[in-house]
T-cell receptor
Framework: NAGVTQTPKFQVLKTGQSMTLQCAQDMNHEYMSWYRQDPGMGLRLIHYSVGAGITDQGEVPNGYNVSRSTTEDFPLRLLSAAPSQTSVYFC??????????FGPGTRLTVT | GQQVMQIPQYQHVQEGEDFTTYCNSSTTLSNIQWYKQRPGGHPVFLIQLVKSGEVKKQKRLTFQFGEAKKNSSLHITATQTTDVGTYFCAGPEGAQKLVFGQGTRLTINP
């Protein structure tokens, strides 16, 4: 099992550009989520999904969209990148409210 | 919404000293989880506590869940350089969200 995979590992964007961060898991988990990690701020929940076709907002959803067309994939879209979105992004999957498996992260810089 | 607060934010110890991080929630939690993130890595699940007053041990690590299920602690006895990293607690908010504390970053002087 690959677990949770994320691509790309690193990305530099210019302000206003859009992009999609990919996340996939092969553990058949219904629950998936996206977090961003900033120094001193811990892990903040952006969006989450309790199953295919179902998504909801977390603590910091503005500027991000998600979709969940399959159990395996949960992409995160940045619609118009801003410098405030410079961060490390982690995708996770697991049992709802239980143990979560994190991907390796995507380090995003917006200039 | 619910807040999960962790203290301290940073802790520097000499190798061999003990270390403790504390997690406090504004609401009663159905469970509390602990994760470790090595420098440059991703969070890795350590343990989940469910019962009031529960204590679990993993080698030199001791995890406690408070009687009121609103606080928790992680204690490391005789730290080693392999313990370096950031330790996060996490608790459910409602029926669907998992909220993380800000983390405690542990550095160790060998």
């Amino acid at each position: 099992n690959a677990g949770v995979t994320q691509t790309p590992k690193f990305q530099v964007l210019k302000t206003g550009q859009s992009m999609t961060l990919q996340c996939a898991q092969d553990m058949n988990h219904e629950y998936m989520s996206w977090y961003r990690q900033d120094p001193g701020m811990g892990l903040r929940l952006i969006h989450y999904s309790v199953g295919a076709g179902i998504t909801d907002q977390g603590e910091v959803p503005n500027g991000y969209n998600v979709s969940r067309s399959t159990t395996e994939d949960f992409p995160l879209r940045l619609l118009s990148a801003a410098p405030s979105q410079t961060s490390v992004y982690f995708c996770a999957s697991g049992v709802r409210l239980g143990e979560q498996y994190f991907g390796p992260g995507t380090r995003l810089t917006v200039t | 919404g619910q807040q999960v607060m962790q203290i301290p934010q940073y802790q520097h110890v000499q190798e061999g000293e003990d270390f403790t991080t504390y997690c406090n929630s504004s609401t009663t939690l159905s469970n509390i989880q602990w994760y470790k993130q090595r420098p440059g890595g991703h969070p890795v699940f350590l343990i989940q506590l469910v019962k009031s007053g529960e204590v679990k041990k993993q080698k030199r690590l001791t995890f406690q869940f408070g009687e009121a299920k609103k606080n928790s602690s992680l204690h490391i006895t005789a730290t080693q350089t392999t313990d370096v990293g950031t330790y996060f607690c996490a608790g459910p908010e409602g029926a669907q969200k998992l909220v993380f504390g800000q983390g405690t970053r542990l550095t160790i002087n060998p």
